[in-house]
């Protein structure tokens, strides 16, 4: 299975500030790359897909970046419903896997 | 707009068979992928595996011995079944949608918890 490794795994920034999360997949995977943001008690909510498309309704301040093996998602300003926890998923093969998560606080 | 729904025990004894089900509303079930997804309390997310409209099926190796999805057209439903659970189990269980074949789960359930303990 493709290993998928985020960075960092925690986080703080205060709002308005620019941020950007790691994501390095153990093979290649093309484009083939999602975002999702979870909040506490709450699904995963899909932000990118094929690495750098914006999912309809999600803000355009949250853009997605990379192919290959190493992929960035990056929020241009941090508004205080933003802090959660990003995951990367790789959909290039099966067995789908996802980063471990990166926890976004409020410092 | 599609909405997704999980259903099913919140409470299963060691060794006993999880079963849970996801209703899906506000769209067909036909010609999409519907997957099922776990979260540990207070870690990642783990994906199980999908069924495809007509049957067909794929799923996580480290999962496949005991995982069953099925799919039920008519009442526009699909569901999971583990066998031999342990406390290892425990988790937050998610259905969602896939699109295609290569691409993300767009819709999601809100998840339910299932516990596994005597």
């Known amino acids: 299975a493709i290993q998928m490794t985020q960075s960092p795994s925690s986080l703080s920034a205060s709002v308005g500030d620019r941020v950007t999360i790691t994501c390095r997949a153990s093979?290649?995977?093309?484009?083939?790359l999602a975002w999702y943001q979870q909040i506490p008690g709450k699904a995963p909510i899909l932000l990118i897909y094929?690495?750098?498309r914006l999912q309809s309704g999600v803000p355009s301040r949250f853009s997605g970046s990379g192919s290959g093996t190493d992929f960035t998602l990056t929020i241009s300003s941090l508004q205080p419903e933003d802090f959660a926890t990003y995951y990367c998923?790789?959909?290039?093969?099966?067995?789908?896997?996802f980063g471990q998560g990166t926890k976004l606080e409020i410092k | 707009q599609v909405q997704l729904q999980e259903s099913g025990p919140g409470l299963v004894k060691p060794s006993e068979t999880l079963s849970l089900t996801c209703t899906v509303s506000?769209?067909?079930?036909?010609?999409?992928?519907w997957s099922w997804i776990r979260q540990p309390p207070g870690k990642g997310l783990e994906w199980i595996g999908y069924?495809?409209?007509?049957?067909?099926?794929n799923y996580n190796p480290s999962l496949k011995s005991r995982v069953t999805i099925s799919v039920d057209t008519s009442k526009n439903q699909f569901s999971l079944r583990l066998t031999s659970v342990t406390a290892a189990d425990t988790a937050v269980y998610y259905c969602?949608?896939?699109?295609?074949?290569?691409?993300?789960?767009?819709?999601w359930g809100q998840g339910t918890l299932v516990t596994v303990s005597a």
């Open positions: 069924i495809y409209s007509d049957g067909s099926t």
């Open positions: 093979q290649g995977i093309t484009n083939d």
């Open positions: 998923l790789q959909d290039y093969n099966y067995p789908r896997t």
């Open positions: 506000g769209g067909s079930i036909s010609s999409y992928y």
């Open positions: 094929a690495a750098s």
């Open positions: 969602a949608r896939q699109v295609g074949y290569g691409e993300p789960n767009d819709y």
